[in-house]
């Protein structure tokens, strides 16, 4: 399906420029004196490489601190993205597609009250509020890699709690078969959402969908906070899906409606595009995006973009000897 000649969605050319060609343009754009604030706007958009990191900008906070003991079995030895760039760097479409969107478009997005409605094949539907979804299910910190399909990564400690807490809860029905999650529509207060060009062409609300066993593995977290602190609205606060062994689309952010189904849930990524995103999406360096190679990834972890290290993808991004058994007998380059 061609969407049009230079789809939004397509990696941007500051995603995929080699790492030596972002030194030497940051260096010339260095020896003519030229920084953010002096560059004209329109200059700028095509700079969003460099103001992704820009101190200078203050972004209102609203997060509150959020205590939660560790999960000793969830804290690999893993070097943290610092938690500037979490904030900072985000594919959020519903607040734009250049990654420094979301950060600022999102900063007064009201996410209290917030209501999440969770129903479908289950013996008990029910309702969370705001304070449900801190207190209704124990919380805990778990470190994690995760690798968007754009080729980059990060390692985050998010705070949450399994997904598998809440669907024991709500008790699916025999028939249950899949978890189809949505996300807000509310145009009014997501520019993305309120105009095709702004929101990379994507028919929200954005919707996503796991098998019922993988909604169910131990790994499937809700995430309700990340760095000690609950969401800020860029990383889908209040609350949102965190898959790790699959690529960052999977993920999605700030859920309003959670419902089991016995048939595969539409998922947004693959309607947008079917023969370059999977419904099952796990991470895998041997299947080839159509576009690029998935085998290795930058990681963005201390210093500048520039500076980010390569380093080889892991299969199922490194939860392998976990999950792979959830897949035994299935084709991984047919179900992509
Ligand atoms: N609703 C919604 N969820 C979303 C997205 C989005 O655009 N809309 N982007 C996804 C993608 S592509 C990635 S990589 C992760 C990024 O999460 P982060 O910005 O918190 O790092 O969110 C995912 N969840
Ligand atoms: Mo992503």
């Known amino acids: 399906m061609r969407i049009r000649s230079t789809p939004s969605w397509q990696l941007k050319e500051s995603d995929v420029t080699p790492e030596s060609v972002y030194h030497q343009r940051r260096d010339i754009l260095k020896k003519l004196g030229i920084t953010l604030a002096t560059l004209p706007l329109a200059t700028q958009a095509q700079a969003n490489i460099f103001d992704v ?53 999102a900063a007064n997005f009201v996410t209290d009250p917030w209501k999440v409605d969770v129903s479908g094949m289950i013996t008990r539907p029910f309702t969370l509020d705001y304070d449900d979804i801190f207190k209704r299910f124990p919380i805990e910190e778990r470190i994690y890699r995760l690798r968007c399909v754009e080729a980059w990564s990060m390692n985050v400690p998010w705070i949450g709690f399994p997904l598998a807490s809440l669907l024991r809860y709500a008790q ?34 954005y919707v996503e969908g796991l098998r019922l066993d993988e909604a169910m593995h131990p790994l499937t977290l809700i995430a309700v906070g990340l760095y000690g602190k609950t969401l800020a609205p860029q990383n889908g606060a209040p ?70 290290r390569r380093q080889p993808t892991l299969p199922f991004n490194g939860y392998a000897s976990e999950v792979a058994g959830l ?10």
């Open 172 to 205: 699916p029905t025999s028939h249950a078969k899949y978890v189809a999650f949505e996300t807000l529509y509310d145009p009014k207060q997501m520019p993305g959402q309120a105009s095709r060009r702004l929101g990379g062409g994507i028919d929200y609300p």
């Open 327 to 336: 897949y035994q007998g299935m084709d991984l380059r047919k179900f992509y």
């Open 53 to 105: 990191f820009s101190d200078d900008e203050k972004i209102p906070d609203r997060r509150r601190a959020l205590k939660a003991p560790d999960s000793t079995r969830f804290h690999p030895d893993l070097s943290l993205t610092p938690e500037d760039k979490i904030l900072k760097y985000n594919n959020f479409y519903e607040f734009g597609t250049d990654k420094s969107d979301p950060a600022r478009r």
């Open 239 to 308: 609350l949102r899906l965190v898959v790790p062994w699959k690529y960052g689309f999977k993920s999605i952010k700030s859920i309003v409606k959670i419902t089991l189904t016995d048939k595969q849930p539409p998922t947004t990524w693959n309607l947008l595009a079917p023969q370059e995103y999977g419904f099952y999406a796990n991470v895998n360096p041997q299947v080839d995006h159509p576009r690029w190679s998935q085998a290795s990834e930058r990681f963005i972890g201390e210093g500048n973009l520039f500076s980010s």
